[in-house]
């Protein structure tokens, strides 16, 4: 009977490109990572170190470029018209999206291929603990959640699945297969990485995840053309605005709903206590109430995201509570998966 992990390799960690494109010198290399998958994954995994950025061929500042050149760079990824619809569901006034990423190991050590014991023992507290800890809050205040997941996240601790999925209203969605750097790759590694992340995930759990958020939210020059032709309904990824809208590629618009993030709404730079933007989680909590009583008065939307292995410790898992509490004490709040609102106002939109 083959091993676990000489299935998982077969069935989803195959290399990017089929043997007989490669040359001698790329097969032999090939067979070298595939021997170093198969002794070492426990202690490394696959794809853990990332080729470095492809060096561009014109690093001149701006004020060099021609206008042409500003135009077709400013617009290759924009937003186009706003999707903000007349009314949420039910008549209500703001939309409340709560998302976390659950990037544990990945982004602890795997994605640059520098994990040590003490950054992966980090990530697997976001499995071991933190996950369950913040699905148990959630699922206590019936509110449904949206989780963007790096695929390595779920083939690390599968149990995850059976966590999430227990309530029957949470969203599982792709963030990457391994965390990966996407705005560094080209294009064939970039889709084969999230073809295999997609496939794997659909295994797992049962159904298609139809919403993307790329790993550094941000995008390669091929990344929006990859997410359309895979069928992704929506994107949550870019910063063009705080409501949704749809993308414009090259000045056309594409169908794609953005769901927009930012860092003010992101728990994982203020919250890290080694970094220079640390901040204490009672003063967040009062950015995040202040953010939300915004989008309560436009009556738009909230979207935040956390992980797991950030908001999950118990000083901060109080302050997600806090913050819970304080939104249900208005009238006219939709929480709602992030599928959910994209389909919601790309009917609205008419898309």
Same mark, same amino acid.
């Given at each position: 009977?083959?091993?676990?992990?000489?299935?998982?390799?077969?069935?989803?960690?195959?290399?990017?490109?089929?043997?007989?494109?490669?040359?001698?010198?790329?097969?032999?290399?090939?067979?070298?990572?595939?021997?170093?998958?198969?002794?070492?994954?426990?202690?490394?995994?696959?794809?853990?170190?990332?080729?470095?950025?492809?060096?561009?061929?014109?690093?001149?500042?701006?004020?060099?470029?021609?206008?042409?050149?500003?135009?077709?760079?400013?617009?290759?990824?924009?937003?186009?018209?706003?999707?903000?619809?007349?009314?949420?569901?039910?008549?209500?006034?703001?939309?409340?999206?709560?998302?976390?990423?659950?990037?544990?190991?990945?982004?602890?050590?795997?994605?640059?291929?520098?994990?040590?014991?003490?950054?992966?023992?980090?990530?697997?507290?976001?499995?071991?603990?933190?996950?369950?800890?913040?699905?148990?809050?959630?699922?206590?205040?019936?509110?449904?959640?949206?989780?963007?997941?790096?695929?390595?996240?779920?083939?690390?601790?599968?149990?995850?699945?059976?966590?999430?999925? #227990?309530?029957?209203?949470?969203?599982?969605?792709?963030?990457?297969?391994?965390?990966?750097?996407?705005?560094?790759?080209?294009?064939?590694?970039?889709?084969?990485?999230?073809?295999? #992340?997609?496939?794997?995930?659909?295994?797992?759990?049962?159904?298609?995840?139809?919403?993307?958020?790329?790993?550094?939210?941000?995008?390669?020059?091929?990344?929006?053309?990859?997410?359309?032709?895979?069928?992704?309904?929506?994107?949550?990824?870019?910063?063009?605005?705080?409501?949704?809208?749809?993308?414009?590629?090259?000045?056309?618009?594409?169908?794609?709903?953005?769901?927009?993030?930012?860092?003010?709404?992101?728990?994982?730079?203020?919250?890290?206590?080694?970094?220079?933007?640390?901040?204490?989680?009672?003063?967040?909590?009062?950015?995040?109430?202040?953010?939300?009583?915004?989008?309560?008065?436009?009556?738009?939307?909230?979207?935040?995201?956390?992980?797991?292995?950030?908001?999950?410790?118990?000083?901060?898992?109080?302050?997600?509570?806090?913050?819970?509490?304080?939104?249900?004490?208005?009238?006219?709040?939709?929480?709602?998966?992030?599928?959910?609102? #994209?389909?919601?106002?790309?009917?609205?939109?008419?898309?």
């Amino acid at each position: 009977m083959a091993s676990p992990l000489h299935t998982l390799y077969t069935r989803f960690l195959a290399p990017v490109l089929p043997a007989a494109r490669l040359g001698a010198a790329k097969r032999a290399e090939r067979s070298a990572r595939i021997l170093r998958f198969t002794l070492l994954l426990p202690a490394t995994s696959l794809w853990a170190c990332q080729p470095p950025p492809a060096e561009s061929p014109e690093n001149e500042p701006g004020w060099q470029w021609s206008d042409e050149r500003v135009l077709e760079t400013v617009n290759a990824v924009r937003a186009g018209r706003t999707l903000q619809p007349e009314t949420w569901p039910g008549g209500a006034r703001v939309a409340v999206l709560l998302s976390f990423d659950v990037d544990n190991e990945t982004v602890l050590g795997l994605r640059y291929g520098d994990a040590t014991v003490g950054s992966l023992s980090q990530g697997q507290f976001g499995a071991r603990v933190a996950l369950p800890r913040v699905v148990d809050l959630l699922d206590r205040e019936g509110i449904p959640a949206s989780f963007f997941i790096p695929a390595v996240s779920l083939v690390l601790n599968p149990f995850q699945v059976d966590v999430i999925q #227990a309530a029957g209203h949470h969203e599982f969605a792709i963030h990457g297969w391994i965390h990966e750097l996407n705005s560094s790759l080209d294009a064939e590694t970039e889709r084969a990485l999230l073809e295999r #992340a997609v496939d794997y995930m659909t295994d797992v759990t049962g159904m298609r995840p139809l919403g993307y958020r790329a790993p550094s939210w941000n995008f390669s020059p091929n990344t929006l053309d990859i997410l359309r032709e895979m069928g992704f309904l929506y994107d949550s990824s870019l910063m063009a605005d705080d409501r949704p809208y749809e993308i414009n590629a090259h000045g056309e618009p594409t169908g794609m709903v953005e769901l927009p993030v930012e860092w003010i709404l992101d728990d994982a730079p203020v919250f890290n206590p080694r970094g220079s933007s640390y901040s204490h989680p009672r003063d967040v909590l009062q950015v995040w109430k202040d953010d939300f009583d915004g989008a309560y008065a436009e009556g738009t939307m909230f979207l935040l995201t956390m992980h797991p292995h950030v908001i999950g410790h118990r000083s901060r898992i109080v302050v997600l509570e806090e913050l819970i509490r304080y939104i249900k004490g208005h009238d006219g709040v939709w929480f709602a998966t992030h599928l959910e609102a #994209a389909r919601y106002v790309k009917e609205q939109a008419g898309l």
